[in-house]
């Protein structure tokens, strides 16, 4: 009998909403004891800093370049590499439960698998999905093909209309405000909490383990959709936080020539964006204007993805404490992340897009290892990615990492990092929607971090974003054309275009958006 | 994107000759046989109503199938549609082998990015075909 994983995972949730991480508007007492217990990451970043992409590099272990999902609406191919595949071939059980997204959610054609499986069952027909023997998925709201809302459907019919509608009357994000400062993707909820997407991923992940023998050595994904917008937590939920009390965010500039002023400092596509002139990508509402962003707003949605963020560690809680009592509690590997960030009011911006910063890059990451192995707790502060989670995973099983992975097993401490060349990490973005692309790639390394923009709709390829995180942590004042710092720019752009990962031939098409 | 509109556009060169093509594309009750995720496709006249594998039936009305231009063209009558036209032409290159050209143009532009991806797989689907005839 070997070590079990639990692998969870949020969507979209900023680096700073964890206590451990020095967040004190969310509770989350469950997370901070796995982070005092085990291995707290203070830098690791997604490779993609959008869903899709980001989720595929979990589950291969590959960049965004190579697996070849290089933006949302690419979907992973079926034979694509999978970690849980390998774990499943060396003998563990293996489920995901919650929210998938390696294929497009939009699909009237009913042409992806992963939005057909749920009429099948629980047990794919073929044995496994991707290396999942067992899947339940989910995702933000009630409504489409998926596990949940056709559970909710049918269990709690009443409460489907409770959620914010994603999409508006056009398919597009929706812009429609709602709460009390009518803020973007803001919703009054009055869902049960028991039915709300955050506890049904704990109930069904509950319910899986508990149908495995206790010999059975197990992966387990959850996977829950929040904090994503929309922010419609169940609405009894939100006495915990009085949004009109919650301090605006550190990132955000109060004043709107502040906010320009470091916008101006960018490449053309932030302000462009910020004044509602380009719209690059799907991922957020393209009606809605960043500049029309209120103060009060930005403590609304702040408030609610709070209380998302404290629901979901009592979820990740109460599945701890099940296995607990299981009797598998010293033998549980758990690692806690999230697939990328939120910008959450930095600079005035909500929601992501093609911008390299630590609203979007800096992601929570956790490792408690099993108990049993006598972890010693420990902080890395070297450069980690989300690339290094299936070498974990495969190095925690015992399972020799495949050579088609291209990160290696998390450090567990820094100079364990030191010694295996931890150094840096990789980050790149690509978007063609409707005329307009935008190309970044990126590098974190010490203690800087470095874009480089290819041609694109509004770049000429010159351009670039250059940060010192520790002189300037929000990274508000761009160095790229700074003479002082052209030197160390030009060290990290070579060692940029030296690391870059192999890239898939031919491309993968894009086939929807989302 | 120009305002609300969105066109997406494939194409793909298929090893068989532009009639023996057009054969196929150009007879609107046979959509369902290259195009994944139609699972009928019913023609009363100008009118076709396919059904998609969600179940979800789409009314179209046909406006051009010319033969000699190789070309058919079509719109969604959907109302989450206000504006569509989707256009398949088929070139003949003259070594005995062509070129299919499938375009969508939509208003809402996202609702081109939602059929387009999907003629893309169609368009695959149809040189399978044509192709396993050889």
């Known amino acids: 009998m070997g070590r079990k994983i639990l692998f969870v995972t949020t969507d979209q949730q900023r680096y700073d909403t964890l206590g451990c991480n020095g967040g004190s508007l969310s509770r989350t007492p469950a997370v901070d004891a796995l982070a005092r217990a085990g291995i707290r990451y203070e830098r690791a970043s997604p490779q993609s800093v959008v869903c899709m992409p980001s989720r595929s590099t979990i589950l291969t272990g590959q960049h965004p370049s190579t697996h070849g999902v290089w933006m949302n609406g690419v979907p992973l191919p079926h034979d694509a590499p999978s970690v849980a595949a390998v774990l499943r071939d060396a003998g563990y059980r293996t489920a995901i439960v919650g929210k998938a997204h390696f294929e497009p959610f939009l699909d009237v054609f009913g042409r992806f698998e992963e939005n057909t499986l749920a009429a099948h069952g629980t047990e794919p027909e073929s044995g496994a999905h991707r290396g999942f023997e067992h899947l339940e998925f989910a995702t933000h709201g009630a409504m489409g093909p998926l596990h949940y ?37 803001v919703k009054v909820n009055p869902i049960r909490r028991a039915d709300y997407h955050t506890d049904w991923v704990a109930d069904r992940t509950i319910a899986w383990l508990d149908s495995l023998d206790a010999g059975d ?31 605006l965010p550190e990132g955000y500039p109060t004043s709107t020539a502040e906010r320009e002023r470091i916008l101006d400092g960018k490449p053309r596509h932030w302000r462009l964006w910020y004044d509602g002139t380009l719209v690059s990508n799907y991922e957020a509402p393209s009606k809605w204007v960043p500049a029309t962003l209120t103060p009060d707003q930005l403590r609304e949605v702040t408030a609610r993805n709070a209380v998302e963020c404290e629901l979901l560690d009592e979820a990740l809680g109460r599945v701890l404490a099940h296995i607990e009592r299981l009797g598998w509690g010293d033998d549980v590997d758990v690692v806690f992340t999230t697939d990328h ?42 450069p980690v990615g989300l690339i290094d989670l299936a070498p974990t995973f495969c190095a925690i099983a015992g399972v020799e990492v495949p050579a ?7 450090p567990v401490d820094d100079t364990d990092a030191d010694a295996r060349g931890f150094e840096r990490v990789l980050t790149e973005w690509d978007s063609e929607l409707f005329g307009v692309d935008v190309h970044l790639r990126t590098v974190t390394r010490d203690g800087l971090v470095c874009t480089a923009y290819l041609p694109g709709t509004c770049h000429d390829g010159s351009e670039g974003e250059l940060y010192d995180l520790d002189e300037d942590p929000r990274q508000q004042r761009n160095l790229w054309d700074d003479p002082a710092h052209r030197a160390e720019r030009d060290d990290l752009v070579a060692d940029l275009w030296d690391n870059q990962p192999p890239t898939r031939s031919p491309r993968l098409r894009l086939e929807a958006p989302v | ?38 699972v009928s496709s019913a023609v009363d006249g100008d009118e076709r109503v396919v059904t998609t594998a969600t179940g979800l039936p789409i009314p179209e009305r046909l406006l051009t199938v010319d033969p000699l231009l190789r070309r058919f063209q079509y719109r969604i009558d959907a109302p989450m549609f206000h504006e569509h036209l989707g256009t398949i032409d088929v070139f003949d290159l003259g070594d005995g082998t062509s070129l299919v050209a499938y375009s969508t143009d939509a208003d809402p532009a996202t609702l081109a990015l939602l059929i387009g991806g999907g003629t893309a797989g169609a368009l695959d689907e149809l040189r399978t075909i044509m192709e396993s005839r050889n």
């Not at chain 1, 994904?221 to 301090?247: L, N």
């Not at chain 1, 088609?404 to 998390?410: A, H, N, T, Y």
């Not at chain 2, 194409?11 to 139609?38: M, N, T």
């Open chain 1, 149 to 185: 809302a056709r559970w909710l459907a049918a269990e709690h019919p009443e409460e489907l209309a409770g959620f914010y509608p994603v999409l508006d009357a056009d398919f597009q994000v929706s812009a429609d405000g709602g709460g009390e400062t009518g803020a973007p993707q």
């Open chain 1, 217 to 247: 050595d197990w992966f387990c994904w959850m996977s829950f959709p929040d904090p994503h917008h929309p922010w419609d937590p169940p609405e009894d939920e939100m006495a915990r936080i009085d949004w009109h009390d919650v301090p």
């Open chain 1, 341 to 382: 960030g939120e910008l959450g009011g930095d600079f005035g911006l909500m929601f992501k897009g093609p911008y390299h910063v630590d609203a979007l890059m800096r992601l929570p990451l956790v490792w408690r290892p099993a108990p049993s192995s006598g972890p010693a707790p420990a902080v890395v502060h070297k």
């Open chain 1, 404 to 410: 088609w992975m291209q990160g290696r097993p998390l």
């Open chain 2, 1 to 38: 994107m120009n305002g609300r509109r969105g066109s997406v556009r494939y194409e793909k060169r298929i090893d068989a000759p532009a009639d023996d093509v057009w054969e196929l594309v150009g007879d609107p009750a046979r959509l369902c046989e290259w195009f994944p995720g139609i």
